[in-house]
Each structure stands twice: as C-alpha cells, then as structure tokens.
C-alpha cells in the first residue's frame, strides 16, 4: 500500500513538473503553426492595404504564413475587440491604427480598454495636415487665424467623421487658438476633399496623400519636424502651436501573451518594416514606415489617449 502511494506521489510530481516544460517548448517553437493577423476595417482601405504590405515579409521572418483576417464595423472596434478576446498564445494578432484604441474608448463604452492588449511594434506613422481648401477666404495659415477670429464659425472645416483622428486633431488648434469653426463631418477622406475642391468648406486634416492627389495646398503639418515631401511647409510648432498627430498603426496582441511570442513578433517585425519592399510599398501608399517596439509604442498611444480624451471631453463628446 505504501509503495503504490509513493509511486502515485512521485508520478504526480513528474506531471506537475512536465507541464511548465512543455509550455515552454511550445513557446521556445513559436510559431509552429499559421499566425491570423486581424484587421479591423474591411479590404482596400489604408489599415488593410498597410497590413497586406507587411504580410509577405512578415511571413519571411517569422518562418509561417501570416493570414489577414478582415473584421470590420464600429469604427475599428469590432476587430480590435477580436484580438482582445483571443488566446493570449500570440497565434491571433491585429493590426490596428490609433484611433480604435486612443478615442473609441472615449465616444463608446467598449469591451476592452488599453490594458487589453500587448502592445508589439509599431509600423507605420503618418503626420497629418493641415489642408487648404479651394475658394477659401485665406491663403495662408495667419490669415486662416485671422479668419477664424472674425466672427463665431467663420471658419469652416471638415473631418471624415466625428471624433475621427482628424476631427481630435483640428478640435485642439482650434483650442488653442482660442476660436470656434463650423465642423462639417463627411463619411471619409474621399467626399471630405470633394467638399474642399467644390468650396463647400474651407480646410481639413488628412494625410499627406490627399493633398497630393487633389493639388490643394497644405499651410501647416502636425509633423514634429517639417516632412521631406513638404519642405517648404512649417510645422504647427514652427507657428507657435505645439501640436503634433498622426494616422498611425502597428501589431497589437492580448494582454497576456507569452514574452517569447512577443520578442519573436517584434524582431519580425522590426526585420519586416527596414525591409525594401516594405517601405516601397508602403511609399506607393503615401505612408511612413517606422519601427517603435512595444514599450514605445504603447507610450505613444497612452499619450495620446490621454490628450483624445480631454479634448473629447471639452467638445462634449466623451462618455
């Protein structure tokens, strides 16, 4: 009787202690099988186009096929929902822009918050501007100011939709400027310009690639330093105003993911993003590869959920 007790005894403590070997072989393989990469909007839009560029390279470098999962709706948080929710083994990832994490919380409540997810890498930053549009009374940015303190409203601008990035961004110059527009909220970037070309109204935030492919004006970037393709333009901080945001976006997984799965996404990553056809691609795009690991990135993105959220709060839009 004493002998079968002690050989039970010792077999459970051969099985308890076989389990934390096991798990970290299954980490030391990762990946071992196809990792689904979750993009919250559907295809053909920037988030998508951005992931399908990264896709090739970051299937070479994590040595399995990445698979794009397309999860659109709610403004991007039906996806990232998605990816908050999934196991936490680092199989299911997303690809996600700031604006379904940094100002959705803010407008909606929602099931997951920034502590859901670990934060990977970032992958591509692009610094929005300021846009002229056509027939305006103004031609440039002082007389934009000067417009603007008129009268109540004089100014009319436009953003592809409430609470967009766009919106956030143009919201806070006009705060800090001490003035009120008139905001013209449109379904996206594409009849926003269209309103601009017609003269409908007078300005708007967008990328760098709106303005190129319209040939309107910029008179000013929300870029930290003046962009290489708009030499020529000032920053918002060259004009006094302190204010910098962009449209940005890279790898996010649930919180909770295994620290091995995470250094191996983000030397993936980081390998994918310095890659030249990463950057050709995302070039055709009219957008700007940059490679933040995890802890950068998600500082980035707190700092400016936390300035999303006050200016959301001041407009009367946040829960």
């Given at each position: ?237 060259e004009l006094g105003h302190a204010i910098e945001g962009s449209s940005a976006g890279g790898l996010i997984g649930p919180a909770g993911m295994p620290d091995a799965a995470a250094a191996t ?55």
């Open positions: 009787m004493m002998g079968t007790t002690r050989r039970r005894l010792l077999a459970l403590a051969l099985l308890v202690g076989l389990v934390p070997m096991q798990q970290a072989g299954a980490q030391d393989d990762y990946p071992s099988r196809p990792v689904q990469l979750v993009v919250p909007y559907p295809p053909g839009g920037n988030t998508d186009l951005m992931a399908r560029a990264l896709q090739t390279e970051l299937t070479r470098a994590l040595g399995q096929t990445v698979v794009i999962v397309n999860r659109g709706g709610a403004a991007g948080t039906i996806g990232d929902a998605q990816v908050a929710r999934a196991a936490p083994d680092g199989y299911t990832i997303g690809m996600s822009p700031n604006n379904p994490l940094t100002a959705q919380p803010h407008l909606m409540s929602l099931t997951y918050a920034m502590d859901s997810f670990r934060f990977l890498c970032l992958v591509y930053d692009n610094p929005q501007v300021l846009v002229l549009g056509r027939n305006a009374p103004f031609r440039d940015f002082a007389g934009m100011v000067a417009h603007a303190r008129s009268a109540k409203e004089a100014l009319v601008f436009g953003s592809p939709g409430q609470g967009s990035t766009q919106h956030i961004l143009m919201a806070a110059l006009l705060k800090a400027l001490g003035v009120e527009g008139l905001h013209v909220p449109f379904t996206g970037a594409g009849p926003m310009s269209q309103a601009a070309l017609g003269g409908q109204i007078q300005v708007f935030v967008e990328s760098a690639s709106i303005p190129a492919a319209t040939g309107l004006p910029v008179l000013a970037t929300f870029s930290k330093d003046r962009m290489p393709n708009l030499p020529q333009t000032p920053t918002l901080t996404i983000q030397r993936a990553c980081a390998t994918s993003v310095a890659s030249d056809s990463f950057r050709q691609a995302a070039e055709r795009l009219n957008s700007v590869p940059r490679y933040l690991p995890g802890e950068g990135f998600r500082a980035r993105f707190q700092a400016e959920s936390d300035m999303n959220r006050t200016v959301l709060r001041d407009l009367g839009l946040a829960q």
